[in-house]
């Protein structure tokens, strides 16, 4: 079966960097998306990634290893407004199916 | 605000009902993707139409159906309710297909049934 690998909870200081890792195993792979979800809202898109290497956007970047069914969100400079829940979530196929991972939720402390 | 508009916001009803779900995408979207997130499954899949076809399709019950109509505006509707379909529905929307497109969010709809 399909199955996405998030560890459930992580804390980190204001103004560290935190990565989040995500494990993967699909039967195939059309990419691989992260979304930030503040509890209570809706999620939001932070990155996409379908090739291997480092995707940087801003204090955000992700990285994907599609040989190891491997990612990583990397948060820098963590702020507290980054005190939330981080999905993986990952398509696979085909025909195209999307999972996603149960989230890791995320405390910064001052 | 995603650009993505669902109603209701909130609904309440009984075991055996049937319910319907709307969602209208962001001006230009062809794609609209449902969800379903209870507190003890995460976020779920359900299924998703491009311009009026369905594309692709998670784990969604029989019980439950949807369409993308001409506007694309999409509905879902839910029968024979269970207490267990209880969560937040959220619809979404992207440009394309979905393979690399940002998808936008809708508010949810919380759906208790009683």
């Known amino acids: 079966g399909q199955n996405i690998d998030q560890p459930t909870e992580m804390t980190a200081t204001e103004g560290a960097i935190v990565q989040i890792n995500c494990t993967y195993q699909t039967s195939g792979f059309n990419g691989l998306f992260w979304y930030q979800q503040h509890a209570g809202e809706a999620p939001t898109f932070l990155s996409y990634?379908?090739?291997?290497g480092l995707e940087e956007k801003g204090r955000f970047s992700s990285f994907l290893s599609r040989s190891k069914g491997y990612s990583y969100l990397l948060l820098k400079e963590l702020q507290m407004k980054d005190s939330a829940s981080y999905l993986c979530?990952?398509?696979?196929?085909?025909?195209?199916?999307?999972?996603f991972g149960t989230g890791t939720r995320l405390q910064v402390f001052p | 605000d995603s650009g993505v508009t669902q109603t209701p916001k909130h609904l309440i009803t009984a075991t055996g009902q049937r319910v319907t779900l709307r969602c209208s995408p962001r001006?230009?979207?062809?794609?609209v993707y449902w969800y379903q997130q209870s507190l003890d499954q995460g976020l779920q899949f359900l299924i998703q139409y491009y311009n009026g076809e369905e594309r692709a399709k998670g784990n969604i019950l029989e019980r439950f159906s949807a369409q993308q109509f001409p506007d694309l505006h999409s509905e879902l509707n839910l029968s024979s309710l269970e207490l267990g379909d209880s969560a937040l529905y959220f619809c979404a929307s992207s440009a394309g297909t979905g393979e690399g497109n940002e998808q936008f969010f809708g508010p949810g709809t919380r759906l208790t049934v009683l």
């Open positions: 990634n379908v090739l291997d």
């Open positions: 001006s230009g979207d062809l794609s």
């Open positions: 979530a990952v398509i696979y196929g085909p025909p195209d199916k999307l999972i």
